[in-house]
């Protein structure tokens, strides 16, 4: 049974362009959660989504940023117009979506190091 | 001022020692994840608790919602024990996680 997976597990972009990261969550799971960890900070909660729909988006910036999890298909955080301060390790996690919210056990994904030149 | 506060932030120990991470918090919670971040910085989720005390292998975690407190502990600790632990409280809205900033861990042979 695969973990989850992230890919790209690292990706480099230019000032201004977009950053698509996506995550494929473990076997049976239909809840991720996206976190963002900045260089020497801790972890911060982004968004948690469900299958077709976003449950707590509270943690996303208001601005370029943007998260999917389609009927089919890996979950896609999307940032448009990266700008420097965006260079930070992006982790999602998976859960099966059986238990009360964010009271489930969480699967890490192995991040995507995003780097903005 | 963060919501979850862990301590010590950085901790050196001996291997075999037995050792305690705390983490405290300020919101009313239903839930509390412990989570370890390797060097690597792959994550593992090691609990999540709302009461109580769980154990698994050497790790044991224990809270006390009244005192807003969360301790988790590592018996016979060894060089591979070493890594980030960070603590996430699950607020009683149910929203989101709020993260404690992390407790660096170092087991010396």
């Known amino acids: 049974n695969a973990g989850v997976m992230q890919n790209p597990r690292h990706l480099v972009r230019r000032r201004g362009q977009e950053a698509r990261l996506r995550c494929s969550p473990m076997k049976g799971h239909s809840h991720v959660y996206w976190y963002r960890q900045l260089p020497e900070e801790g972890l911060k909660f982004m968004v948690y989504?469900?299958?077709?729909?976003?449950?707590?988006e509270s943690g996303m910036p208001k601005e370029r940023f943007s998260a999917e999890f389609p009927k089919e298909g890996p979950s896609i955080l999307r940032i448009q117009q990266v700008v420097r301060g965006d260079s930070a390790a992006y982790f999602c996690a998976s859960s099966p979506g059986l238990a009360v919210l964010y009271q489930e056990t969480q699967y890490f994904g192995p991040g995507t190091r995003l780097l903005v030149l | 001022k963060n919501e979850v506060e862990q301590s010590p932030q950085n901790l050196t120990a001996q291997e075999g020692e037995f050792i305690t991470i705390n983490c405290s918090y300020s919101v009313g919670i239903s839930a509390l994840h412990w989570l370890q971040q390797h060097p690597g910085g792959g994550i593992v989720s090691l609990f999540m608790l709302s009461s109580g005390k769980k154990k698994h292998g050497r790790l044991i975690a224990t809270i006390n919602i009244q005192e807003k407190h969360s301790s988790l502990h590592i018996t016979a600790s060894h060089p591979r024990d070493s890594a980030v632990y960070i603590c996430a409280a699950v607020p009683n809205t149910g929203n989101q996680f709020y993260f404690g900033t992390g407790t660096s861990l170092t087991v010396i042979p």
């Open positions: 989504l469900q299958k077709e729909n976003i449950i707590d």
